[in-house]
Structures are given as structure tokens and as C-alpha cells.
């Protein structure tokens, strides 16, 4: 290969590997809203903050997902919460990390599946502007005279 094509393919190469990293680029939150439905809610809520119908009877109970503090740091990088983190808590289960046993291990899930299901827990941390009571929200902020 002469010099000139590869100095064409370096950009689409480097293109490529940026990408390849953005899991949750090409992850659907929508589809992951269904899987955590019917794989997490009952445990952790619709909501995701820990209030599932069966919560009340686990100690320690579900992982409030509104918060977005996540404990592990599963796959060893130092930095717990990650992407990675929660996609191996999710199929090995938490006690694999030292956490609770009730958070089962779910293996059965591909890894389109678990990057939805991450990309919808990222949807559920609230912003701190949304603390913010009607009222404050409904009175718009002026200059003083």
C-alpha cells in the first residue's frame, strides 16, 4: 500500500476507535426501560429508586438509581460506576463484589441488551434543578431596580 491510501484510512481508523468506546452512544434507553421493567423493577421500582414491591424485605435494600452513587468498581479500573461496572454487576450479581446476594446474577442477558439497560439507569438520575419547587420555578428571576 502506497503512502498516500494509508494516510487516507488514518482518519476513519481513528474515527473508529473513538467510537468503538461510546457504548452507551449506540445503546437504547427506550428498549432498556422494557428489559429493566421486567428484569429490575421489581426490586428496585419503575423508578429506580429502590422502592420495588419486594424491596421492603431485602436488607440491604435495592440501589437507589435517582442518586447516581454507584459502590462497585467491578471491572478494576478505580473508579466505580462505570458502564462496565454495572453491566458486570448485572450479569454476575452484586456479591461477586462484595455486595448483597438478592442482587441476582442475570447471565441470559446479550450485550445489546445490557448497554439498553445501562443507558436507561443513566436516564433516571435526576438533575438538581429539578429540586426546585413550583414556585420557585414559576418566578422568574429579575434585576433589582
Given at each position: 500500500m502506497n503512502r498516500a491510501k494509508i494516510l487516507t484510512w488514518i482518519p476513519i481508523l481513528l474515527v473508529q476507535l473513538v467510537t468503538a468506546g461510546s457504548v452507551q452512544a449506540a445503546a437504547d434507553a427506550e428498549a432498556g426501560k422494557v428489559l429493566f421493567d421486567a428484569?429490575?423493577?421489581?426490586?428496585?421500582?419503575?423508578?429506580?429508586?429502590?422502592?420495588?414491591?419486594?424491596?421492603?424485605?431485602?436488607?440491604?435494600?435495592?440501589?437507589?438509581?435517582?442518586?447516581?452513587?454507584?459502590?462497585f468498581d467491578a471491572d478494576e479500573d478505580g473508579v466505580p460506576g462505570g458502564d462496565a461496572d454495572l453491566i458486570l454487576v448485572i450479569q454476575n450479581g452484586a456479591m461477586k463484589y462484595g455486595g448483597s446476594p438478592?442482587?441476582?446474577?442475570?447471565?441470559?442477558?446479550?450485550?445489546?441488551?445490557?448497554?439498553?439497560?445501562?443507558?436507561?439507569?443513566?436516564?433516571?438520575?435526576?438533575?438538581?434543578?429539578?429540586?426546585?419547587?413550583?414556585?420557585?420555578?414559576?418566578?422568574?428571576?429579575t434585576e433589582a431596580p
Open positions: 428484569n429490575c423493577a421489581s426490586c428496585h421500582g419503575i423508578s429506580g429508586q429502590g422502592d420495588g414491591p419486594i424491596a421492603a424485605a431485602l436488607t440491604p435494600g435495592p440501589r437507589d438509581f435517582t442518586v447516581g452513587d454507584f459502590q438478592f442482587m441476582a446474577p442475570v447471565p441470559t442477558l446479550t450485550d445489546p441488551q445490557l448497554n439498553d439497560i445501562v443507558a436507561h439507569i443513566r436516564t433516571m438520575k435526576g438533575d438538581e434543578d429539578e429540586d426546585l419547587t413550583a414556585e420557585e420555578e414559576a418566578t422568574p428571576i
